[in-house]
């Protein structure tokens, strides 16, 4: 083991004399000090002197001589905790001669990760130019502590309070504005008062625009974590390195972020958001009817197929940016993505998708068909812009009118301002992947398939982060859990088709009818039909939203009974024909045999008698 050697010295200073024993002079005429250091005659008093330590380390090139020293300490104690650390710090490989900062750390690392993906590369830049660098740069590798980092997030909160305030001036001076603007609009053809209300406007439309110089975003909990990940990514590194020897970011603790979770436009805060102007959350999702409406709205737009193909299969707008004609196949349903364009500074690059992402996407027949309307209309804008010697050979699959790529924020803007032209609630274009997922998990779906369709790594990333529920599931499951409780209270039902049950139906005033049941979509909604006979004419048919095919039974016993009595008939008889259906049918469909007299007298007459001893028997 390294000897560690210890020394106690002072910083007493006394003249140095020249070999005549004269005191040394400097340009100015006062003597030139030395330090006494070990050799002070006062060292033992108390706190005259302080404690040193040094131990050698291995030699460097052509066998330098290389040693750690320190001082400063109080004790020999304090000096001794102090070697030993440094010393398992050099046994461990740490150059503890280095006097590299933290700044030049960082710097060589950025440098070094040349393989990160563009907009990886673009956030640790970002994090190291605003946040690292300013805090932690001019500290010495061998100095930082957790402390440095705790205070680096102690300065940011502090700024995000000061950024808090010019916020709320801005938003005073924008209100300023915009009422100066209104006075302006009102003073209309008066003269001297548009005059004046035109100046108020030019002024507080100059105070807005100083007020927002130096203007930043606020720091938010979800970036203070992104930045602690750079900064743990780079301190492990540098452990690797053997220039750290903690990752003292691992130890920070940051405020908890709360991913959003999606909402649902539902008609009450359709109804908050057109009187307040306020949306509900950050991320929102249309229902189905809304999402239809928009498709409809666009219908006329150059881009439908693409606004199509991001409601009904989720993909990035990269990913659609990127797209190349032949990863499109019409003929057997598929689209594969391979591909991506990535927006850094709105300067578009071309970039491989993670290895989750690239994947094959069956689509639709309905998306194939609109897919190969938008690929008819862009061979013609190809031979118009061809003519003017103008296309542009992209090879995308959604292009501008001339051929141009589009670009990924400019997809952005556009679908921003088409929801605002249809009139519906806001969304952004994002949040279609929500609505992609969100239909599909209504519609049955397995949450495996829309995992691969959109790319992620896991389910448990789809079903957490973008699978909102749907108003009709929220349905769905209140019916299916009232359902599996038996209970003789009121029946619902929406009739399709008014029952009227003919002559023909009635022998010797009795009828056999047969009420047939059978879901369909999630199982929610039954179909319900009277008829005399399998593959008959159907007389009548009801909707009814349970879940059980026992409750879809007795509202189809309870409808007919209705009926029966605003006719004047009765039912005599009503018997479940259930164990007639297929097993593996059972749950979604139903069959129950009514026995009607249309006499509508006290007890059985005489033709019901025999309809019954007939039965008996049979």
């Known amino acids: 083991m390294t000897e560690i050697s210890y020394s ?253 979770k999606p909402l649902v436009w539902t008609p009450e805060r359709v109804e908050h958001w057109r009187r307040t102007g306020e949306k509900p959350g950050p991320v929102m999702v249309w229902t189905p009817e809304q999402a239809g409406s928009f498709l409809d709205f666009v219908a006329d737009d150059r881009l439908y197929a693409l606004w199509d193909t991001f409601t009904f299969l989720g993909p990035r707008r990269g990913e659609m940016a990127a797209l190349p004609p032949e990863e499109v196949s019409l003929t057997d349903l598929w689209m594969r993505i391979s591909a991506q364009l990535v927006e850094v500074a709105y300067r578009v690059y071309g970039e491989e998708p993670k290895a989750d992402s690239v994947r094959t996407m069956s689509i639709s027949a309905h998306s194939g068909r609109v897919l190969a309307t938008h690929l008819a209309n862009q061979q013609r804008e190809r031979a118009e812009w061809e003519g003017e010697e103008a296309w542009v050979e992209s090879g995308r699959f959604f292009t501008m009118e001339n051929g141009a790529e589009l670009h990924p924020d400019w997809i952005s803007r556009r679908f921003k301002r088409l929801v605002e032209l249809s009139g519906l609630p806001p969304v952004r274009l994002h949040d279609l992947r929500h609505l992609s997922a969100s239909l599909a998990l209504l519609a049955n779906n397995d949450i495996k398939v829309v995992q691969e369709r959109l790319g992620h790594s896991s389910r448990q990333i789809t079903s957490d982060t973008y699978t909102s529920v749907l108003p009709e599931l929220f349905r769905a499951e209140a019916e299916s859990t009232v359902a599996v409780v038996p209970r003789g209270g009121e029946l619902t039902y929406t009739v399709k088709k008014a029952l009227t049950i003919p002559d023909s139906a009635f022998a010797q005033d009795v009828a056999v009818l047969f009420a047939h049941a059978a879901s369909y979509g999630r199982g929610a909604l039954w179909a319900i039909g009277v008829q005399a006979a399998a593959g008959g004419e159907v007389f009548g048919q009801i909707h009814a939203e349970v879940q059980a095919a026992e409750r879809a039974a007795a509202t189809a016993e309870a409808w007919l009974r209705t009926h029966c009595a605003e006719q004047g008939y009765e039912v005599i008889r009503t018997e479940s024909l259930a164990d007639q259906i297929p097993d593996d049918q059972k749950k979604t469909m139903t069959l129950v045999r009514l026995v009607i007299d249309r006499t509508a007298v006290s007890g059985h007459d005489e033709p019901v008698r025999r309809f019954l001893t007939s039965t008996r028997t049979a």
């Open 8 to 260: 106690r010295r002072c910083a007493c200073k006394v003249p140095v004399l020249d070999a005549a024993g004269a005191p040394v002079l400097l340009s100015d005429g006062t003597p030139k000090m030395k330090e006494v250091g070990a050799t002070c005659p006062k060292l033992k008093q108390k706190g005259h002197s302080t404690w040193y330590f040094y131990f050698e380390l291995e030699p460097g090139e052509n066998g330098k001589r290389r040693r750690l020293r320190r001082g400063g300490f109080k004790t020999q104690d304090d000096a001794k905790v102090e070697a030993k650390k440094e010393l398992k710090k050099a046994e461990g490989g740490t150059d503890v001669l280095s006097s590299a900062s933290v700044g030049e750390d960082l710097t060589a690392w950025v440098e070094r990760k040349g393989s990160l993906a563009r907009t990886t590369s673009h956030g640790y830049e970002a994090h190291i130019r605003l946040y690292l660098m300013p805090h932690l740069g001019h500290i010495k590798r061998k100095d930082l502590h957790a402390r440095h980092i705790e205070a680096m997030y102690a300065a940011i909160k502090k700024e995000n309070a000061e950024r808090l305030l010019h916020h709320g001036r801005v938003v005073e001076l924008t209100k300023a504005r915009d009422a100066a603007k209104e006075a302006w609009i009102r003073a209309s053809g008066k003269g001297e008062e548009r005059r004046r209300a035109r100046t108020a406007y030019l002024d507080a439309n100059n105070a807005l625009r100083k007020g927002r110089r130096g203007l930043r975003q606020i720091t938010g909990p979800a970036t203070l974590h992104r930045i602690n990940a750079t900064l743990s990514s780079f301190l492990n590194s540098g452990i690797k390195r053997l220039e750290y020897q903690t990752n003292w970011a691992s130890l920070i603790e940051l405020p908890t972020v709360k991913r959003p």
